[in-house]
């Protein structure tokens, strides 16, 4: 049996479950939601899950009836198939307004998210659980620092020892039983996640009429991770219209398959790209999608960079959300040719980080940031790459370089 990776939204449900009534914690589809709440209040709250049959039958026929019997404190499992029955939980918060005693898991859906906002409106903490940072896939994430103490105890003394193959994590990704078991097949998984992420989560977010469309969208949108997102040419490809691939762009926004990272713009003219950059949440089913399944390919192919970008950057994103913060991530790119792929503004000021597919830096690599940084004067508290190699360095003019390992262990 393989032993449970600690996490690090256990720190956030804990602190939240000391003052909130209710506590959501939303996520894709086996991102390890119900493993979690599971194992930390198995002894104190009885567990319903709402993805039985009958239990939602139950939930929507006599929804009163269904919660004296499964009353608090509990877990209420796939809240999303039912998220009228927040309303009726909304009364018997009001009713006992005891902390920590109501706690949901759901997907990520609309419906979901608009009852939560309509009936558990300052009742409820909402924290998401994304599939494993690299942090938690090495065991170390109850050890994981939320953004303030890692910017604050950013340095260059420390240069890990080698834990796992880049290639293994690009390929097997981060949901926990693909990247914990290694006896699973990855091909197989992968096609069966996407065919149940279809059939049950996209049928429930919205109307879409052909699947099998929609399927090429979630393909292309593999194809373009790292890219400035262009809708209007994403739609021309598949001869659909652009408000269709806007819509679906949402539902694949809405349960975790995608993040859009906006453009910073603050004080620094309007000579910049507006448009947000597409990156998918999860290297193994896009690397699956792309039609790459050994380490070989993966290296020597033109994708290696667009999923070593999107890899760093899902693991930043898991840092916030998995304290319960929300994401200030952004990128810079000016339409004459200064570019960096992260902006953290955080703590006053801003983070700069360039990243690169390459084992070996050289100060070539860290020309945006100088510019940047001098235009930006004393906005800049960082300016780093992060690469492939090993080990840390320094590139001159206050510029780090650190290698992926270190800077996202931590």
């Not at 970008?309 to 898991?318: G, R, S, W, Y």
């Not at 792929?341 to 990243?355: A, Y």
Request: charged share 20%; net charge positive; glycine share 8%.
């Amino acid at each position: 049996m393989t032993r449970l990776k600690p996490r690090t939204a256990a720190q956030a449900i804990l602190k939240a479950i000391k003052t909130f009534p209710a506590v959501v914690v939303t996520g894709p589809r086996q991102s390890g939601k119900t493993t979690l709440l599971k194992s930390m209040f198995s002894q104190s709250h009885a567990f319903v899950s709402l993805e039985n049959p009958d239990k939602r039958l139950a939930a929507r026929e006599d929804p009163l009836g269904f919660l004296g019997q499964y009353g608090p404190p509990v877990i209420i499992d796939e809240i999303q198939y039912v998220p009228e029955l927040l309303s009726y939980v909304k009364t018997k918060i009001d009713e006992k307004r005891t902390p920590g005693r109501w706690l949901f898991t759901g997907s990520q859906h609309f419906a979901l998210m608009e009852g939560v906002t309509q009936s558990l409106a300052g009742r409820a903490a909402v924290i998401s659980l994304l599939p494993l940072s690299y942090s938690e896939r090495i065991n170390l994430g109850d050890r994981s620092k939320d953004m303030s103490a890692w910017l604050s105890h950013l340095g260059l003394g420390c240069n890990r020892t080698k834990k796992m193959s880049l290639g293994e994590i690009l390929l097997r990704g981060s949901y926990p039983e693909i990247a914990s078991r290694h006896k699973v097949d990855r091909q197989l998984w992968c096609a069966s996640y996407i065919t149940t992420y279809l059939e049950r989560d996209v049928r429930n977010l919205a109307n879409i009429g052909d699947l099998h469309q929609f399927e090429k969208f979630l393909r292309l949108c593999a194809a373009r991770t790292g890219q400035i997102l262009n809708l209007s040419e994403m739609a021309r490809d598949l001869g659909i219209s652009v408000p269709t691939a806007k819509r679906w762009l949402s539902i694949l926004e809405a349960s975790y398959q995608v993040y859009l990272l906006y453009p910073y713009y603050k004080n620094i003219g309007k000579r910049l790209l507006k448009s947000p950059k597409l990156y998918m949440t999860d290297t193994a089913l896009t690397s699956y999608m792309m039609g790459i399944h050994d380490e070989e390919t993966l290296r020597n192919g033109p994708c290696f960079g667009s999923l070593f970008e999107t890899m760093v950057i899902a693991d930043f994103l898991k840092r916030f959300l998995h304290f319960g913060q929300m994401p200030s991530l952004y990128y810079l790119r000016s339409r004459d040719g200064l570019e960096v792929d992260l902006v953290i503004d955080w703590g006053g000021g801003l983070h700069l980080f360039e990243i690169k597919s390459a084992s070996t830096i050289t100060p070539k690599h860290a020309v945006s940031l100088k510019h940047l940084k001098d235009q930006l004067l004393g906005q800049v508290k960082t300016a780093a790459v992060i690469s492939c190699s090993p080990s840390n360095g320094t590139l001159g003019r206050g510029i780090a370089h650190y290698g992926w390992q270190n800077i996202l262990e931590s």
